[in-house]
């Protein structure tokens, strides 16, 4: 055992003062009684008790040194062998990405996410470790390695929902840099998957990915460019493209808006799966 | 005759009459000092009773505090035709004392220290062990038929003879 505080056994003699105040008590105040006929009367009926009453002021004492002990104990935050050797290290990445604004679960993926993190963090042990990383547009460390769980809790719910871009990829590489080579590193991924290459990371080792959301079907601008037109001096030229990510063919329509006024708008007809540019 | 006792006779003021001699009395009851141990009526009746002297009202003012019981010692005075008026006094504080905690209880009559602690329950026992007591003197007196007076020592002198005049029927 090891004590990562061995200063706050000095605290121990706070157990001198204590003993001092117990012998100061039990002088018990003087009371004079013309006749003790009637407490004697009370008190010889507990007579069988007479033993206890006698060890109850020293079970106070006791009780009160245990407690200083324990205190003590405590403050000088002892830690078993087998605790630093069976500690974990972890990186939770929270996909904050625009994917994860939908609201195919209640109230939405982001909200998810943040509970399904909120149960890693309270199953956490005592010498655990616990990084948080954010992964949207530009992956970033929210929150250190710590054991604290006030800490890991206020930092989790400080990461906003964003509309950007999923850089999960990103994240996952970086939480694996933070990690180490630590023996029992792992990273928990809470993300709803809409992202590309997702099989790559099924595959990686110490990978606990929390899926959220559930599929699907989804019609969505893919790409998206506006520039001046090499034509026309005064007007500019868009390119658009739109993705039917479903598995069914849909109708929809692409409406244009410039200042919220309505500049163009084109009807649609995609097969499932079809990419439609213009 | 006045008779000073506490576990025996430790006083005496001689038979006397004449309102001549109530000063030397006052001065007898003034000069007494607090002495003896616990009470005993049954020892002091003993003492008293077989003297040779002639039969009369015997007036016992005490708080009757006997660890012995009183009824032996106004069983003695009765059947000697010594028919007792008691008059039994207390301090308030002995019917409901302020007490609780860890306290040594120091007995002033014998000087015997108890260690307790006293709780609210012990002096709801007390108040009724003290309560019972009163009354198995007034039950006692009722039963033989003798002049009993229960009062505390804040009642004024006065107030208490006219009270007791007024139950023997003097005063109106």
């Known amino acids: ?278 | 005759m006045v008779l000073a006792y506490a576990d025996r006779i430790l006083d005496e003021f001689p038979l006397t009459r004449g309102k001549a001699r109530i000063l030397s009395l006052l001065r007898f009851l003034e000069e007494l000092p607090i002495q003896g141990t616990d009470t005993d009526l049954a020892r002091t009746v003993q003492g008293f009773v077989h003297r040779n002297q002639r039969r009369g009202l015997a007036v016992v003012v005490s708080d009757l505090f006997d660890p012995r019981g009183v009824s032996a010692g106004l069983d003695l005075l009765r059947h000697h035709r010594y028919p007792p008026h008691v008059i039994q006094l207390h301090d308030p504080r002995e019917a409901d004392p302020d007490l609780l905690g860890d306290v040594e209880l120091y007995d002033v009559e014998n000087e015997s220290v108890s260690q307790v602690t006293i709780s609210e329950k012990n002096l709801r026992t007390y108040r009724q062990l003290f309560a019972e007591h009163q009354a198995s003197v007034a039950e006692y007196c009722v039963r033989y038929n003798l002049s009993c007076t229960q009062t505390n020592n804040k009642v004024k002198f006065d107030d208490l003879v006219l009270r007791m005049m007024r139950v023997a029927g003097t005063v109106r």
Not at chain 1, 14 to 36: D, E, G, H, M, Q
Not at chain 1, 158 to 179: E, F, M, N, Q
Not at chain 1, 214 to 223: D, L, M, P, Y
Not at chain 1, 251 to 265: A, F, H, K, M, T
């Open chain 1, 1 to 278: 055992m090891s004590f990562a505080t061995p200063a706050a056994f000095a605290l121990g003699l706070l157990a001198v003062p204590i003993v001092l105040f117990y012998i100061l008590k039990i002088r018990l105040r003087r009371v004079p009684v013309s006749t003790t006929i009637f407490w004697r009367q009370i008190f010889d009926e507990k007579q069988p008790r007479s033993l206890w009453q006698q060890l109850r002021h020293w079970l106070s004492l006791l009780v009160q040194l245990l407690l200083l002990m324990l205190l003590v104990i405590a403050l000088t935050d002892p830690s078993f062998s087998w605790e630093r050797l069976q500690a974990r290290r972890m990186v939770l990445v929270v996909d904050n990405s625009a994917s994860m604004n939908a609201t195919d679960v209640e109230p939405t993926r982001f909200i998810q996410a943040q509970r399904e993190a909120r149960r890693v963090i309270a199953g956490i042990r005592l010498r655990d470790e616990l990084a948080i990383i954010a992964a949207a547009s530009k992956p970033q460390v929210v929150c250190g390695f710590t054991r604290h769980r006030g800490t890991m809790t206020d930092k989790l719910q400080s990461i906003p929902a964003t509309d950007g871009p999923t850089r999960v990829h990103d994240a996952v590489d970086l939480a694996r840099r933070l990690l180490g080579d630590h023996p029992r590193g792992s990273v928990v991924l809470c993300s709803d998957g809409c992202f590309e290459n997702v099989e790559s990371l099924r595959n990686l080792p110490n990978l606990d990915w929390r899926v959220v959301g559930r599929s699907s079907s989804n019609v969505g601008i893919t790409r998206w460019q506006v520039r001046r037109s090499l034509v026309d001096p005064i007007g500019y030229e868009i390119l658009a493209e739109v993705s039917n990510l479903s598995e069914e063919a849909v109708q929809c329509r692409l409406e244009i808006d410039l200042n919220g006024l309505p500049v163009d708008v084109l009807p649609l007809e995609l097969a499932a799966g079809q990419v439609w540019r213009h």
